[in-house]
């Protein structure tokens, strides 16, 4: 069974600067997804970033970035320019390719951003 | 216009209860997906249906029974409530291989 593990429960970063968030999985799949969601507050999962497994090229959405590492299984998260709107619990999720798309998502624990002003 | 909506957001009830959770998506999504949050934040599938059909059920206690109508729906009913039940519910939608979108959550506090 596929398993994803966040190793930060929490971390704090200060406006404006750099912030990485860990994540780890565990697959035989060759063919997969891997995907950072963001849970403010309000709870309403929101999705960052995703990335296929098959590209060798690390997503980008404006100031988040994917380091995507296939071979060490390694699916990190930076955050540059971190503002105070970022601050939230992030999910690591994985999703399987074997069942044609009712796959579901496998998360991790999450870790809790806090930006310090 | 809203994509995935469930209602109620907020069920408190007693124990022993039976209540259900309503979700609909207005995206055209063939799968939809029951997940639980618990207290830790820890989310977890329930569910998966996949144009009305059940595609994953992940040991959950049959006290939980989905039901899909048609495949924009697919509703959650809990019948004799446990202070564990005690969660965040959410609803999902996915087109097919690509992400999945996430309803606002119903926050379930069984007393």
């Known amino acids: 069974a596929q398993t994803v593990t966040q190793s930060q429960p929490e971390m704090s970063v200060q406006e404006a600067e750099t912030v990485t968030l860990s994540c780890t999985y565990d697959t035989s799949e060759s063919d997969y997804y891997l995907f950072w969601y963001k849970q403010p507050p309000s709870r309403q999962m929101i999705l960052v970033i995703r990335q296929e497994a098959y590209k060798q090229q690390n997503a980008t959405e404006n100031r988040f970035s994917v380091n995507f590492q296939k071979a060490a299984k390694s699916f990190s998260l930076k955050i540059s320019d971190s503002q105070l709107g970022d601050a939230a619990m992030y999910f690591c999720a994985y999703k399987g390719t074997t069942q044609g798309g009712s796959e579901k998502l496998v998360f991790g624990k999450g870790t809790k951003l806090t930006v310090n002003p | 216009d809203t994509a995935v909506s469930q209602t109620p957001k907020y069920l408190v009830t007693q124990m022993g209860n039976d209540k259900s959770i309503k979700c609909e998506q207005n995206?055209?999504?063939?799968?939809m997906y029951w997940y639980k949050q618990d207290s830790k934040k820890f989310l977890k599938i329930m569910f998966s249906?996949?144009?009305?059909?059940?595609?994953i059920n992940e040991t959950v206690p049959n006290r939980f029974s989905p039901k899909s109508p048609d495949k924009a729906h697919l509703n959650l009913h809990i019948n004799s409530l446990e202070l564990g039940d005690s969660a965040v519910y959410f609803c999902a939608s996915s087109p097919d291989l690509a992400e999945q979108f996430f309803g606002p959550g119903t926050r379930l506090t069984v007393l």
């Open positions: 249906y996949n144009n009305k059909e059940l595609i």
């Open positions: 995206l055209g999504h063939d799968t």
